[in-house]
């Protein structure tokens, strides 16, 4: 670590959260987010609206985040920012306003990888949060990705399982759409899944060989169940919300949890770490606090502020690149997919 204190600033704008963050070495300094109300009431995001928005929200963001960080422009030294994966639009203009300020300070740019971002987290240094140790599992799970990542160092990862169809994430909003629930309903089903029984509806788990995962045909089952349900009793839906959102956060659970241990017997490696906004969902957590005790894992969840986007994780992994050198040129363009 450097005894020279090197400020980052972060800079996340993938979909439609707007963040910023400034980062001292690994201390994190400050984390704002900006969230988008607006794809509310569309059930999802809108990548014309978020690009927009991106644009209103990016200066008074990055304004807060050096003020609450108690620094100026100037005293930065490197500017992170997302190039992909993500929404193209949303990506320009975290990706030009980087560029600007970089050009304008006359200090290094710092491309990061979104999902490498979500990886990366864990290394942000705070009290009572032991650091992972290489080589570790790494399971990203988001609206957009679901990964099982064997980490061998910063930026040496190697992803050994992935969706062949949906995300986890898309998963659990599209259940939630079918069950009335607003958008976002991960949160919502994990909050009415306390309530409910696990076991109340079975639902049949998708044969997919190796690490990679499939949820689409999941998805169908749910809502083929739901449809045979509402024409046999049109109350169905809401005498048995709980049971129903319990029944469906356990079978996510349990095909994650299932490659997951596949994963640690084919690897060896027994350090997990979780990462994405559905880490967040604290059936996963309680699943991996169980493995811990039952199958001597360590494992390693993220604070709530890092599970969902955020520009705290893009200046963690800024950091590193700039401890390394390793600068992007200023001819670097977004990508709206980039493989880790």
């Known amino acids: 670590m450097s005894s020279q204190k090197i400020y980052i600033l972060g800079i996340e704008s993938s979909c439609d959260d707007t963040a910023a963050a400034v980062i001292c070495n690994g201390e994190i300094l400050s984390n704002v987010v900006a969230t988008q109300q607006i794809h ?21 963001v990055v304004h807060q985040a050096l003020e609450q960080a108690g620094i100026t422009k100037e005293d930065l030294h490197g500017i992170a920012f997302t190039k992909g994966p993500g929404l193209m639009g949303s990506l320009l203009v975290g990706v030009s306003f980087a560029k600007s300020l970089a050009m304008g300070l006359n200090i290094p740019l ?27 599992l790494a ?12 980490v061998n160092d910063y930026f040496d990862m190697d992803v050994i399982g992935q969706t062949l169809d949906d995300a986890v994430g898309e998963a659990f909003d599209k ?8 958008y976002p309903a991960g949160p919502e089903i994990d909050k009415l899944a306390k309530q409910g029984n696990p076991k109340a509806f079975p639902f049949s788990k998708p044969k997919v060989g190796g690490l990679d995962f ?16 509402v024409k046999e009793n049109p109350n169905f839906i809401e005498e048995n919300l709980a ?26 490696i027994t350090q997990v770490a979780i990462g994405g906004g559905v880490s967040a969902n604290s059936g996963i957590r ?18 709530f502020e890092y599970t969902t986007d955020n520009a705290g994780m893009i200046a963690i992994t800024g950091y590193h690149k700039y401890l390394k050198q390793d600068f992007a040129d200023i001819t670097v363009v977004a990508k709206a997919r980039l493989a880790i």
Not at 118 to 136: R, S, W
Not at 286 to 303: C, M, N, V
């Open 139 to 150: 399971m990203t799970i988001s609206g957009g990705h679901t990964q099982i990542v064997k």
């Open 40 to 60: 509310i009431k569309y059930g999802g995001v809108v990548p014309e609206l978020a690009s927009r928005a991106h644009q209103q929200h990016i200066v008074p």
């Open 214 to 229: 499939s949820f689409s045909g999941l998805k169908t089952a749910i809502l083929y169940f739901i449809q045979k349900k």
């Open 243 to 268: 049971d129903i959102c319990a029944s469906i956060q356990y079978t996510i659970i349990s095909i994650l949890m299932a490659k997951l241990k596949k994963a640690v017997k084919e690897t060896g």
């Open 110 to 136: 710092l491309d990061v990888n979104h999902m490498q971002g979500h990886i990366l987290a864990h290394f942000i240094e705070e009290d009572g949060y032991t650091l992972p140790t290489f080589p570790f």
């Open 286 to 303: 309680d699943a991996l606090k169980q493995a811990e005790h039952t199958l001597g894992w360590t494992t390693y969840i993220p604070k």
């Open 175 to 182: 259940s939630g759409k079918l069950l009335g629930l607003k």
